[in-house]
T-cell receptor
Framework: AQKITQTQPGMFVQEKEAVTLDCTYD???????LFWYKQPSSGEMIFLIY??????QNATEGRYSLNFQKARKSANLVISASQLGDSAMYFC?????????????FGSGTQLTVLP | DTGVSQDPRHKITKRGQNVTFRCDPI?????LYWYRQTLGQGPEFLTY????????KSRLLSDRFSAERPKGSFSTLEIQRTEQGDSAMYLC???????????????FGQGTRLTVV
């Protein structure tokens, strides 16, 4: 089973509108972290936002917020007031609590295009 | 510190040749990760170091791949006898694992794009 599922290969949004990028995850760990990264065409993965499994409030970072629904195992990214520079690939990732490496497991990504 | 840097940014090599990539992490970060990303997919974990010790390797890391972090600072990833299936973006990331278990987010470099012809 996929650990991270992003069901939207591509999304379009009008400039200045809000957009939600979906992410569901699968883990049996009680302690885990959820991340969103942005990857522009230049290739660098840019960290956007983090949500811990024990965090009671949804994470927010500027125009980014994470809609964390633990019972549904979803961690959707909401981008408010979209800008043209938001056009990029967006990856949801999880770091599970067990295991020494604590590496990230990524979804397949969503290509977001912001339309002028 | 300007972040994680990787060199080269692009590499084209003939099948069967050896290639080596370098990663310079953020200086105070004790963990260093290598990931591979193929077109249209998310990055996949290859291996990671805690300081100079290589603590875990993915099954994706065949015997032709070797990684080192000799002084706990920069790291190299070598691929021997390259195959066309090795063509991918190789991403390096670093993070700081603190005593007590807390962990910063991983910061990524811009990657090395390998093309095997």
């Amino acid at each position: 089973a996929q650990k991270i599922t992003q069901t939207q290969p591509g999304m379009f949004v009008q400039e200045k509108e809000a957009v939600t990028l979906d992410c569901t995850y699968d883990t049996s760990d009680q302690s885990y972290g959820l991340f969103w990264y942005k990857q522009p065409s230049s290739g660098e993965m840019i960290f956007l936002i983090y949500q811990g499994s024990y965090d009671e409030q949804n994470a927010t970072e500027g125009r980014y917020s994470l809609n964390f629904q633990k019972a549904r195992k979803s961690a959707n990214l909401v981008i408010s007031a979209s800008q043209l520079g938001d056009s990029a690939m967006y990856f949801c990732a999880m770091r599970e609590g067990t295991g020494s490496a604590r590496q990230l497991t990524f979804g397949s990504g969503t290509q977001l295009t912001v339309l002028p | 510190d300007t972040g994680v840097s990787q060199d080269p940014r692009h590499k084209i090599t003939k099948r069967g040749q050896n290639v080596t990539f370098r990663c310079d992490p953020i200086s105070e970060h004790n963990r260093l990760y290598w990931y591979r990303q193929t077109l249209g997919q998310g990055p996949e974990f290859l291996t990671y170091f805690q300081n100079e010790a290589q603590l875990e390797k993915s099954r994706l890391l065949s015997d032709r791949f070797s990684a080192e972090r000799p002084k706990g600072s920069f790291s190299t990833l070598e691929i021997q006898r390259t195959e066309q299936g090795d063509s991918a973006m190789y991403l390096c990331a670093s993070s700081l694992a603190r005593p007590g278990g807390s962990h910063t987010e991983a910061f990524f470099g811009q990657g090395t794009r390998l093309t095997v012809v």
